[in-house]
């Protein structure tokens, strides 16, 4: 047995698996196919935004308060800045379907929150071009995570606990046996007692077919533009925020570099529609379409940035057909555990996910009111 766990992919939640995991055991591996924060995985875009307000189900909420303090965490272990706290907008039309679905959560979950009106709204964040019924729920706890940065803080964590960590060490394919895993790479292989896969998009190749039938990998499509004047999107004066008025929406977070602002569609037309079979292989540039909306949509909401997309990339996730993670065993029987299929909304929970896999691949501790969660649920289908 060459250790008591292994982490497969240490991008977004396998990283934080790891730390987590060299925590609880100092037998743990890490395996990267390229290096950690590299810039062609789902790490890549330079930030994501953190929300504790959020339209979806109410069940996600203890991941984000438990996530919440693990970012403190981290920051504290490692001594880097990972969560700007800038507050958060969620922008649209009062009483909308998409305003009170929000504040629907809201209240279920008991979100810390404050409904702004158009006229307050205006006055505060005159950097939005609003409509006549706008108004915005102002989330307090919100703010910008940096993503490169948070990934490499968690692995050096995790290193300075004792983990080994594998670079350029893509896995071909694990099997199981009775006595553990075996992990395949080229022509080495290792036996471990449990195994985490966590390689987003790569993941495909790893989980049993039942799983592949319910998963694709997309593109998603980041873009930043330029302010013309940068105070006003510093991240002391521009929340965090995200806009939905039918099917235009935009997302999008503060000149961390005091320039460049990202603000990017969120929907079918930035790529999130596309299936990319191959994730090592995603189309990096835009489409004239892509260009298109995505300049209207920022020359109408957001007036102070200049009309022309000065920066944009493209990278891979994995969707799940029912857009919510696989975060358990493959069955009651399996050593194999997976945390991937985050259908590109993982990474503010990043931190929280990690710490339930490793707890729970590690026998520590089983997470209650996740079975939306468990891959398992696509067995009964």
């Known amino acids: 047995m060459d250790a008591e766990l292994a982490v497969i992919g240490l991008g977004s939640i396998g990283s934080m698996a790891l730390w987590q995991a060299s925590r609880l055991s100092d037998s743990v591996v890490g395996f990267e196919a390229a290096t950690h924060a590299h810039g062609r995985s789902a790490v890549g875009g330079d930030t994501r935004l953190f929300r504790m307000v959020y339209l979806g189900r109410p069940d996600y909420y203890p991941i984000m308060e438990r996530s919440r303090g693990l970012w403190a965490e981290l920051e504290a272990e490692t001594g880097q800045d990972i969560l ?43 950097q939005h071009n609003l409509r006549p019924d706008d108004c915005a729920v102002y989330d307090p706890r919100a703010g910008v995570l940096r993503t490169d940065r948070a990934v490499s803080a968690a692995v050096a964590a995790a290193r300075a606990n004792g983990a080994t960590v594998l670079q350029n060490t893509p896995v071909d394919g694990i099997s199981e046996t009775d006595h553990g895993v075996v992990v395949t790479s080229g022509d080495r292989t ?20 039942h799983l592949k039938a319910v998963t694709e990998t997309h593109r998603i499509v980041l873009t930043w533009f330029v302010a013309q004047d940068g105070r006003q999107f510093s991240p002391e004066n521009f929340p965090v ?36 079979p191959d994730p090592g292989s995603v189309p990096r540039e835009l489409t004239s379409q892509e260009i298109e909306k995505v300049t209207e949509i920022v020359t ?30 493959l069955d009651e029987s399996s050593r194999v555990y997976c945390a991937t299929g985050f259908s590109g909304k993982g990474f503010k929970m990043a931190t929280g996910y990690g710490h339930i896999a490793a707890h729970e691949a590690l026998g520590k501790q089983t997470i209650e009111g996740l079975d939306f969660m468990r891959p398992d649920r696509f067995r009964t289908r």
């Open 84 to 126: 700007t706290r800038t507050g958060g907008l969620s922008i649209g039309t009062a009483n909308g379907s998409f305003i009170n679905s929000l504040l629907e959560t809201t209240r279920i979950n008991g979100a810390e929150h404050r409904v702004l009106g158009r006229e307050e709204l205006a006055q505060r964040y005159p």
């Open 190 to 209: 290792w036996t471990f007692e449990k195994v985490i896969v966590a390689s987003g998009g790569w993941s495909r190749k790893l989980v049993p077919d």
């Open 241 to 276: 925020f995200s806009r939905l008025y039918g099917d235009r929406s935009l997302y999008g977070a503060p000149a961390v570099d005091g320039v460049t602002v990202k603000a990017s569609v969120d929907g079918p037309l930035d790529g999130r529609g596309r299936e990319t």
């Open 300 to 329: 109408d909401f957001l007036p102070g940035l200049v009309p022309t997309i000065v920066r944009s990339d493209a990278f891979p996730d994995l969707f799940t057909e029912d857009r919510h993670p696989l975060l358990g065993w």
